[in-house]
Structures are given as structure tokens and as C-alpha cells.
């Protein structure tokens, strides 16, 4: 069973920088795309940015020119970059790896706390 493993979360100050990670650790068959998302106490979770495999990038309208998403080249990790970080963008992170046919991975999710 492949395992999504995340890092980088942490306490960071407003209008600071995190830079998340999700590592699979093996090959997903037929990946579709790579996202992150996110929940804060009393919300939904909501899409942060994804990419498909062929690279084609989607972002929140909250997030956009603030958060890049990226991967490696062998498409095991996917990055979350995430600037001019504000209190609104406090939460869990997850990370989502999706297959074309329909199966999804998610990550055990990693907190992003944005305080002074």
C-alpha cells in the first residue's frame, strides 16, 4: 500500500514562508494529479493548488501569487511553496495523490500555524 508522507509544516510569522512536502513511497499506477488541500477548526477542506502529470497548475483564488505547487521530475513528491503566509492560511495540510481511475492517496496531514 503506498504511503503519502508530509513535512515542513510548522509556526511561522505573518507574511512568512513554509515550503510543504509529500513524499509517496512507491509508484502510484496511472497517476492523475497531485494536489494540496486544506482544513482549518470549524471548516471544510477545500482545494489549495494542484497539478496534473503533464504539469498544468489550478490554485484558490486565496492562494494564487502567494502559493506555487511543484513536483520532482519522477513525480513521487509533490512541494506546496507558500509565501506572504497570512492567519487565514492556518490549518491541516493534506496532500492528495489521484489515479485515473478514480483511486485517491491522501497524507496524514501537517499543521501550518500562522501567528505573531
Known amino acids: 500500500q503506498v504511503q503519502l508522507v508530509e513535512s515542513g509544516g510548522g509556526l511561522v510569522q505573518p507574511g512568512g514562508s513554509l515550503r510543504l512536502s509529500c513524499a509517496a513511497s512507491?509508484?502510484?499506477?496511472?497517476?492523475?494529479?497531485m494536489g494540496w488541500y486544506r482544513q482549518a477548526p470549524g471548516k471544510q477542506r477545500e482545494l489549495v493548488a494542484v497539478?496534473?502529470?503533464?504539469?498544468?497548475?489550478n490554485y484558490a483564488a486565496s492562494v494564487k501569487g502567494r502559493f506555487t505547487i511543484s513536483t520532482d521530475n519522477a513525480k513521487n513528491t509533490v512541494f506546496l511553496q507558500m509565501n506572504s503566509l497570512t492567519p487565514e492560511d492556518t490549518a491541516v495540510y493534506y496532500c492528495?495523490?489521484?489515479?485515473?481511475?478514480?483511486?485517491?492517496?491522501w497524507g496524514q496531514g501537517t499543521q501550518v500555524t500562522v501567528s505573531s
Open positions: 492528495n495523490y489521484r489515479q485515473w481511475s478514480g483511486g485517491a492517496f
Open positions: 512507491g509508484s502510484i499506477f496511472r497517476l492523475r494529479d
Open positions: 497539478i496534473s502529470i503533464g504539469g498544468s497548475t
